[in-house]
């Protein structure tokens, strides 16, 4: 088990390693291609958190979209707006609907000579005009935040309900630059003309993104190029499902640690913690020190199992960390940017972290009671262990008068206790569990008590 950690550990390295990464300095170049959605946010997330701990000069946007979803648009225009570096946008060629949007969320927008930007008026996920009522609420609420992101940035307000009301006539002073009815769209010309004192919306037309960054006071010769994983989209379903392979994982450990031996369960436990960790670290929601914090966690908790059984320091300070890494695993950090430990920001991993211990440990007590009884799993789980050529018989079911055990009975351990195994008392093989400790093979123990059918035992001393 601790080999697949180490593999896991490696590999993780090993893509960190081959991943184009800016040096400080050095301008990194997000591409936003195709339909803006939650696995786009997810890989500028990580790009953008790299880039700040890498120590980048500034990001370009070189963007070619013709648009995506809302919320997912509203979600990278927020994360840009908080970053200390500066965000530039190159449209090359189109920037519709959603990406006009997080155009204006940049601190400069220059175009390619033949390009476009504009018409983001909200529509359905399957493309479909959205009902009257709604549409309105809509783009009340985002034509008002998004005016609100434009004049941040320095852009006329007024393009914003050009872009997404059609009902609405766009106006700057006396110069009317869209009727009502329409939605406002330009090109690369009509949007670096000057109004009011100041480019309608692009300041420049440039041919690359080398004469962006020259033109935005960076290095066109530090240029980096930051493409997405093939995992992108993977992994945002591994967040979305954190608590599922949290519960796997748990509940894999815990069969792991009661019939050891095995091995089924603790690369069940294994394939879950790193699909978890493999997951959030590609959304770019962690990094290495989580995972390395998550396996030295595990290794004190082993070693006090194992080792020192009865020193609970050990697994106490070891189960803190497992439970800090997963919890801060989900949460959403920036390199350069203050952390605020609001309700918003604890929200996800709370409830992500407490309702897969909740889950995990009824599951943990449903295995414990109902599990011994599938003679499949009493063969695989406890017979697994015993002595080479014992001719053992079946579990005892019944521990009423049939069996003749009682409370003070003593017999010897045939397998470990780990609470749960097997043990001799005369000629009698019965399934046990121990009581408040971990017992070896060939041990002296008693009866201490038989409860709903459970004989439970304490070492001799």
Request: hydrophobic share 50%; charged share 15%; net charge negative.
């Amino acid at each position: 088990m601790a080999f697949g950690w180490l593999l896991a550990l490696a590999l993780a390295g090993l893509v960190q390693a081959k991943e184009a990464t800016p040096q400080v300095g050095e301008v990194a170049v997000f591409p936003v291609h195709g339909m803006v959605s939650e696995a786009q946010f997810f890989f500028l997330r990580r790009a953008l958190k790299n880039a700040e701990a890498a120590g980048a000069s500034g990001i370009i946007l070189d963007m070619d979209t013709p648009g995506g979803d809302l919320k997912a648009t509203e979600k990278i225009v927020q994360m840009f707006s908080r970053t200390p570096l500066p965000v530039f946008t190159y449209i090359n060629p189109n920037a519709g609907s959603a990406g006009a949007l997080i155009a204006l969320g940049t601190k400069k927008v220059f175009m390619a000579p033949v390009s476009a930007i504009g018409a983001a008026a909200p529509v359905a996920g399957s493309g479909q005009e959205i009902p009257e009522t709604m549409n309105a609420k809509i783009v009340s609420y985002y034509s008002g935040y998004f005016r609100s992101v434009a004049q941040k940035n320095g852009y006329h307000p007024e393009l914003v309900d050009g872009f997404m009301n059609v009902d609405k006539e766009v106006k700057i002073g006396d110069e009317i630059l869209n009727p009502k009815g329409a939605l406002l769209t330009l090109s690369a010309q009509e949007a670096v003309r000057m109004v009011g004192g100041k480019p309608l919306l692009a300041s420049g037309i440039a041919p690359g993104v080398e004469e962006v960054a020259r033109e935005c006071g960076l290095d066109p010769a530090g240029i980096v190029r930051v493409e997405p994983s093939g995992f992108e989209a993977v992994a945002q379903w591994i967040t979305v499902l954190a608590p599922l392979f949290l519960i796997g994982g748990v509940l894999g450990a815990y069969l792991e640690f009661k019939a050891p031996g095995f091995g089924v369960a603790g690369v069940l436990s294994l394939v879950c913690f790193t699909l978890f960790f493999g997951g959030h670290y590609i959304a770019g929601l962690t990094g290495l020190e989580m995972i390395a914090l998550f396996a030295f966690g595990l290794f004190c908790v082993v070693l006090e199992l194992v080792f020192f059984p009865g020193v609970v320091v050990l697994a106490l300070g070891g189960t803190l960390m497992v439970l800090a890494a997963l919890f801060f695993s989900m949460a959403d950090f920036y390199p350069l940017q203050p952390v605020a430990f609001s309700l918003d920001f604890l929200m996800l991993p709370m409830v992500n972290l407490g309702l897969a211990l909740v889950l995990s440990l009824v599951g943990a007590a449903l295995l414990a009671r109902f599990l011994p009884k599938v003679p499949v799993f009493r063969g695989l789980l406890l017979s697994s262990q015993l002595p080479v050529g014992s001719s053992m018989p079946s579990a005892v079911s019944d521990l009423g008068d049939e069996s003749g055990v009682r409370r003070g009975d003593e017999g010897r351990t045939l397998t470990p206790l780990r609470p749960s195994g097997k043990i001799q008392i005369g000629d009698t093989h019965l399934d046990a569990i121990a009581q408040g400790e971990f017992i070896e093979s060939g041990t002296l123990v008693r009866v201490l008590s038989i409860e709903s059918g459970q004989v439970v035992v304490g070492r001799v001393s």
